[in-house]
């Protein structure tokens, strides 16, 4: 079991240092895609520093119900990576000393984490100001131990952030499986049933769209305006924001692209679209990451690609905000998806 582990994760480096290549190598019709670096020193923005630390992101596991073809974490059900009850023990000690007044729960599917409610419950009382869960509203319908998580959400007041990629069943399923817009329709009504999203509703439901192709989001307050409309017609469904964001050339995303033949389309598309002033508010400027083996990252994208954090302090059982603060992000070719436009970041534009 320990050999076979091992060997997942040997293969999952060594794919991580394939796009990596991929992203760096940069060279399409003989013609060199400008490097990220060169353009944020442009602007006299290089190197990229951090400012106060806002958000604690934690992934407690790759494990989910699904297999969406986005996924720049590759989740999925035969993902068995979970973050331990000792490993969240550190980050609830982080919690309680840390400037950081948002906790972001992500997966995978978070809630499959079996010592999931354990940690929400006592995260719950270090008092985070905001508790983000990022449910892909499915699970809730996947199995009946999960049919109380909108009350549990609701008990915690905690923040759901749901991905829904279109408000029609075709273009949903498309990108995130067959049957899954059916399910996430009955998951944002039960949502509704005990309060989220409903109009001047403090139980915060907020929505996150991805493009389904190798294209950049529309406007996002014109995409919020379409899905409210929709949804409340179509179905009945309340929801206080939408998030747009932009797919990041890696992971499935990025084995799309070549295999679609769209890679050195897409990026150029991205380094026409790159926006200097979102530069500031990428959300690796305000946000660390923690994967679910307690390393640390500027953000979930770098965490997949392998790039700790450019510190002395790389885990979270040795954590230290004061040498964090005081670090370099580290930065690649990827991160013209969060500069393109109106920017992109976990909490969706940023311009």
Partial sequence: MITKSLHKRESELANANRQLEILSNGIFQNEELPKFATKIRETNQFPLRPNTLEILQINVGYMCNQVCSHCHVDAGPDRKEIMTR???????????????????????APEMNPDFRWFVEEAAKVGIKDFIVRSNLTIIRANKKYYDLPEFFKKHNVHVVSSMPHWTRGKTDKQRGEGVFDQSIKALQELNAVGYGMPNSTLKLDLVYNPSGAFLPGDQMALEHDFKKALLEDFDINF???????????????????????????MYSLVEAYNPSAVKNVMCTNTISVSWDGWLYDCDFNQILGLKVDSKVKHIKDYNEELLQNRNIIISQHCYGCTAGAGSSCQGTVA
Avoid: Q, W
């Fill in 86 to 108: 000792d490993t969240m023990k550190m980050c609830l000690d982080v919690i309680k000393k840390t400037g950081a007044h948002t906790l972001d729960l992500t997966g995978g």
């Fill in 240 to 266: 206080h924001n939408l998030f747009a964001i932009t797919n990041l050339p890696i992971s499935r995303f990025l084995d799309y692209l070549i295999a679609s033949e769209n890679y050195e389309d897409y």
